[in-house]
């Protein structure tokens, strides 16, 4: 029987067999296939263009949308939790159905995310969709943390413990983990995801130079392509403050304008122009202390009316909510998962403020995996290559049998 590991994104979807290499999708590069990276990533929504009004666009088919701005969002999430099932049928039937995995679902079964804690109302409609509608062999629901640390311990077969921080689209969850199982009271969850840091940026650009409260596709792209996390705050505060060339956190990005420019791009150094008018045709924009004040929101929610602790703060408080004699090796076995930890200086950053937090005569060691998006897949792709997995599942028939209590009784969500 072939198992397929669907990690099953706000933002995104990371799927693909767990015995074979698949193909990519990237929507920000805007081509349909690029056989680089052994993960399908592909955006978990459907989409509609101001142009084609009339027509819904499925997944990865925004490769098919001639003018991406103004691109309007539908998504099966809503705060993080899956509440527009029928979004979610409609990505799913396109992710499984003829043109992607071909799943045959007599044979195979499946391995899937969902959050920390997830609502028993989801949880039970999940069972039904996953066994009545499609008819999977069996299933496995589990948070994509728990297998980022089950990948972590398979490549540190000499730790027993770690903290996973994953910051993904709606939320930061911070979730410590012993010998396979999570430790339930070191969580943490923060109200601070990379939507958030999107739509601040478009707040920010909005007031400042150009109304883009629409253009959520394009200022998410500006987002990745300039955005970083500042090493010493103030001190890049006073550099963005400067003029000329002296102003070295400045950019310009060139918008696509989806006819000569397909997508958007920081401008070199070099060609920035200082004085004022800019080549015809582009439209450009200039971009200073938001390059780092964003980012920043994740590390001091205050700055913009959350009432929390920022990522550095709230691991050392997960962390101390533990026994004390497993504190160092939390400390030592810090693991960043999700989209935002792609930041430039995000690892840096988080080591820096945890070690000022943290007692000398501990080690802190912070690891950022190679693909911090994919890590949970690989996760789940060497979880079900494990000896006990069969044990770890619910099969059909379990569940026609027991109905959701076997899988309440299984699943530790």
């Excluded at 996953?130 to 589990?142: C, T, V």
């Excluded at 971009?287 to 590390?299: D, G, H, I, K, M």
Aim: include cysteine; hydrophobic fraction near 35%.
């Amino acid at each position: 029987m072939t198992t397929l590991v669907l990690d099953n994104g706000a933002y995104t979807a990371k799927i693909g067999y767990s015995h074979e290499n698949v193909r990519f999708f990237d929507p920000s590069f805007r081509c349909s296939l690029v056989f680089l990276r052994p993960h399908s990533v592909i955006p978990n929504c459907q989409f509609r263009s101001k142009t084609a009004r009339l027509k819904t666009f499925t997944a990865n088919q925004i490769d098919e949308i001639k003018d991406p701005s103004g691109l309007f969002y539908i998504l099966p999430f809503q705060k993080g939790y899956l509440v527009n099932w029928d979004v979610q049928r409609k990505v799913w039937d396109h992710l499984f159905g003829k043109e992607m995995y071909k799943v045959d679902f007599a044979d195979t079964s499946i391995v899937i995310t969902e959050p920390y804690f997830n609502f028993t109302s989801i949880q039970e409609s999940m069972n039904e969709i996953l066994f009545e509608e499609y008819q999977f062999q069996a299933a496995l629901r589990i948070n994509a943390g728990s297998l980022s640390a089950h990948k972590y311990f398979q490549e540190n077969s000499s730790e027993l413990c770690c903290i996973v921080v994953d910051s993904g689209y709606s939320f930061t969850h911070i979730v410590p983990y012993c010998r396979g199982k999570k430790m339930k009271d070191g969580i943490c969850r923060l109200n601070v995801g990379g939507k958030l840091l999107t739509n601040h940026l478009k707040e920010i650009i909005s007031y400042r130079q150009l109304h883009v409260m629409d253009e959520t596709h394009v200022i998410n792209q500006v987002k990745e392509d300039v955005c970083y996390v500042s090493q010493d705050f103030y001190k890049d505060m006073a550099v963005a403050q400067l003029k000329g060339k002296e102003n070295t956190v400045m950019r310009d990005y060139v918008l696509p304008d989806f006819s000569t420019i397909k997508k958007g791009f920081c401008k070199p150094l070099e060609e920035m122009n200082f004085t004022g008018k800019c080549k015809t045709g582009e439209q450009i924009l200039r971009l200073t202390n938001e390059r780092f004040a964003v980012p920043e929101t994740a590390f001091h929610p205050s700055d913009i009316g959350i009432q929390e602790m920022g990522i550095p703060e709230a691991l050392v408080n997960s962390v101390q909510n533990l026994p004390e004699e497993m504190q160092p090796h939390f400390f030592k076995n810090i693991v960043l998962t999700g989209g935002n930890t792609l930041f430039s200086g995000f690892r840096d950053r988080v080591y820096k403020d945890v070690r000022s937090l943290t007692p000398t005569d501990f080690d802190v060691s912070v690891v950022q995996p190679q693909n911090p998006i994919c890590y949970p897949w690989e996760g789940g792709k060497l979880l079900s290559e494990n000896p006990d997995f069969d044990e770890m599942v619910v099969t059909r028939e379990d569940y026609e049998e027991n109905g959701h209590c076997i899988c309440e009784e299984k699943f530790d969500i």
